[in-house]
T-cell receptor, first 109, second 117 residues
Framework: AQRVTQPEKLLSVFKGAPVELKCNYSYSGSPELFWYVQYSRQRLQLLLRHISRESIKGFTADLNKGETSFHLKKPFAQEEDSAMYYCALRGDNFNKFYFGSGTKLNVKP | GAVVSQHPSWVICKSGTSVKIECRSLDFQATTMFWYRQFPKQSLMLMATSNEGSKATYEQGVEKDKFLINHASLTLSTLTVTSAHPEDSSFYIC?????????????FGEGSRLTVL
């Protein structure tokens, strides 16, 4: 069965510090991995996806199939990065998306 | 970008009544829409996949008679919580992807908060 695990419920860092939000997954097929973000009082929105291999707002994420991980990283956190971050897995059937429990990132001034 | 709208944003109802939540894709067509339920400080739990013109497919453990889903057009899916009870109180979120130019991205509605008294 598919599963997405985000072990940290809350991550607090100071502005300018590096940040890494962990995500591990379990899936028998070939999944696509995504990071979605929810800023305060806004709806969920896509941050980045593994197939595009791009950096969005300074964030990057590399899919490590050996470790079944898709950790989100940013070298220098900004206060505006404070939000809820969800790691998501899209299965290869019916386009279903499964989400991790989310990590709240709090960037302190 | 693609916009998904939910209505109502919040609703309070008495125990035993039924509540309908609408999910609309405003500027694109979506054969498939998804309904999620979010408990406080928890993840989004996929409840069901809504398929236009056919029956919804429900995730394990989700009562199909309790949560009725209708996807009558390519831009509208509805979730009806039947005979609601306080334990059904939650935040319900729908999402969809455009039929054309699918990029793998889900677009989310703003969510509907249901409180059952």
């Amino acid at each position: 069965a598919q599963r997405v695990t985000q072990p940290e419920k809350l991550l607090s860092v100071f502005k300018g510090a590096p940040v890494e939000l962990k995500c591990n997954y379990s899936y028998s097929g070939s999944p696509e991995l995504f990071w979605y973000v929810q800023y305060s009082r806004q709806r969920l929105q896509l941050l980045l996806r593994h197939i595009s291999r791009e950096s969005i707002k300074g964030f990057t994420a590399d899919l490590n199939k050996g470790e079944t991980s898709f950790h989100l990283k940013k070298p220098f956190a900004q206060e505006e990065d404070s939000a809820m971050y969800y790691c998501a897995l899209r299965g290869d059937n019916f386009n279903k998306f499964y989400f991790g429990s989310g990590t709240k990132l709090n960037v302190k001034p | 970008g693609a916009v998904v709208s939910q209505h109502p944003s919040w609703v309070i109802c008495k125990s035993g009544t039924s509540v309908k939540i609408e999910c609309r894709s405003l500027d694109f067509q979506a054969t498939t829409m998804f309904w999620y339920r979010q408990f406080p400080k928890q993840s989004l739990m996929l409840m069901a996949t809504s398929n236009e013109g056919s029956k919804a497919t429900y995730e394990q453990g989700v009562e199909k008679d309790k949560f009725l889903i209708n996807h009558a057009s390519l831009t509208l899916s509805t979730l009806t919580v039947t005979s609601a009870h306080p334990e059904d109180s939650s935040f319900y979120i729908c999402s969809a992807s455009p039929n054309r130019g699918f990029t793998g991205e889900l677009f989310f509605g703003e969510g509907s908060r249901l409180t059952v008294l």
